[in-house]
């Protein structure tokens, strides 16, 4: 509700704002609740908080306003408790940090991505244990608020359980097919012919720059790269981070207004000239001899993959050979594991080849973009549509839950009819 702001709240916001300013920078009030306010930062930070734990990078408008009302609503509850002289011991609090701890650090596969997930955000890892421990606290005393107003005394029958089931058993009980696989790549290499023949061009545009000739002209008459050639190999300014590796990995050693050595790249040979250097910020041009497959290599290459295939079937190891044989760098020294996904969630090629194997099965060899694929089907659970039975512990905890959500909206209602709430968010 809206009413004149007490004395006491007038003095705590003048107090506070003496700190926000004292701190040498202005941290804006976003909202006031009764005698309490929400700072900006508090704000910048639970919706940092939030972005962390669903992993993503998006942070709208509507994300800013649901996390304030949070804020706001967890403030009510809060001073609601302290009325009550509710209160938590630090035992139960650090139980439960270090579960809810441990459940974050399972999201990411290695401690190296949480790590470096915290750093993006941030934060170090004791900002957040302390994060949590702020947070766990306000929940663990809410929950003592509500079952003390008995908000908690939610009783879900059988019926309701079995109801619920019926109406939406083909959304919430459909479990989708789920494949877990591993590949051998072989990638659609040029003939020795075409590497040597580009190999001697490179050379000979080298040679022509060493005794003088001019890079940007030298470009224009011979680079391959269409997208170049009119601008005299000019690739504009670039980050680093944004380069092929060993790209990256040339111009890095390199000084302003050098001449890199030939070089194989990923499309051909190449020659570089680094035209300025800021930082991780470069500008720079190239001339590339790009080394073109045939069809007579695309043949070879199968049939390289089909003999593969069948060392494989005849018993030989296919976490061996794809250590040995394939051409992903990403995937081989694991046995060629790419991991687990749904299959409705396969693009073409692989969807209409997987969808027909069984677990154990090896596939033809695919053809995509990469080159030839030799695919193992570790592991296959096909799409399927669980009983009420496997379901009712699910069910009767989200029907819980809504149920407490709306008891607890219901109830922050009355208190809010005699709470000061003022918003601030443009």
């Not at 040597?196 to 470009?219: L, M, N």
């Amino acid at each position: 509700m809206t009413r004149i702001v007490s004395l006491n709240c007038l003095i705590l916001i003048l107090l506070n704002l003496n700190v926000i300013y004292a701190r040498g920078r202005a941290d804006r009030i976003v909202a006031v609740v009764g005698d309490e306010i929400i700072l900006e930062s508090e704000l910048h930070d639970a919706i940092e908080f939030v972005k962390l734990m669903a992993q993503t990078e998006e942070a709208d408008e509507n994300l800013r306003k649901n996390v304030l009302d949070e804020l706001i609503k967890n403030r009510l509850i809060l001073d609601q408790a302290k009325k009550e002289s509710l209160d938590v011991s630090r035992a139960e609090v650090e139980e439960e940090v270090n579960k809810n701890l441990l459940a974050l650090k399972q999201k990411f596969q290695t401690e190296e991505q949480f790590q470096n997930a915290l750093k993006k955000e941030g934060i170090s890892e004791r900002n957040l244990r302390e994060r949590y421990r702020a947070d766990i606290k306000k929940q663990q005393i809410s929950q003592k608020l509500l079952l003390k107003k008995q908000l908690t005394n939610i009783n879900i029958t059988p019926i309701e359980i079995k109801k619920f089931y019926e109406a939406n058993k083909d959304s919430i009980a459909r479990r989708p097919g789920i494949v877990t696989l591993a590949h051998i790549l072989f990638m659609i290499k040029p003939s020795e012919q075409a590497e040597q023949d580009a190999q001697r061009k490179i050379s000979e545009i080298y040679d022509i720059i060493v005794r003088g000739g001019d890079f940007e002209e030298v470009a224009k008459s011979f680079s391959d790269d269409e997208l170049t050639r009119k601008q005299g190999g000019y690739l504009g300014k670039i980050s680093l981070e944004h380069l092929q590796p060993e790209v990256a990995s040339v111009v890095s050693n390199m000084k302003i207004g050098e001449v890199s050595f030939p070089f194989r790249s990923r499309y051909g040979y190449e020659i570089i000239k680094l035209l300025n250097k800021k930082g991780e910020n470069i500008e720079l041009s190239h001339i590339m001899i790009k080394v073109l497959t045939t069809r007579a290599d695309s043949i070879r290459t199968k049939k390289a993959a089909q003999a593969i295939r069948a060392k494989i079937l005849n018993g030989a190891s296919f976490d061996s050979l794809a250590t040995i044989y394939s051409d992903d760098p990403m995937t081989k020294d694991s046995s060629g594991l790419l991991g687990q996904f749904l299959i409705t969630g396969l693009v073409e090629p692989y969807r209409s080849a997987i969808e027909k194997l069984s677990t154990g099965a090896i596939s033809e060899p695919i053809l995509s973009e990469h080159g030839y694929h030799l695919i193992k089907v570790l592991d296959k659970q096909e799409e399927q549509i669980l009983s009420l039975e496997e379901m009712q512990d699910e069910i009767r905890n989200y029907l819980y839950e809504e149920q407490l959500k709306e008891r607890l909206e219901n109830y922050l209602s009355e208190v809010a009819k005699t709470t000061y709430i003022e918003k601030y968010l443009e």
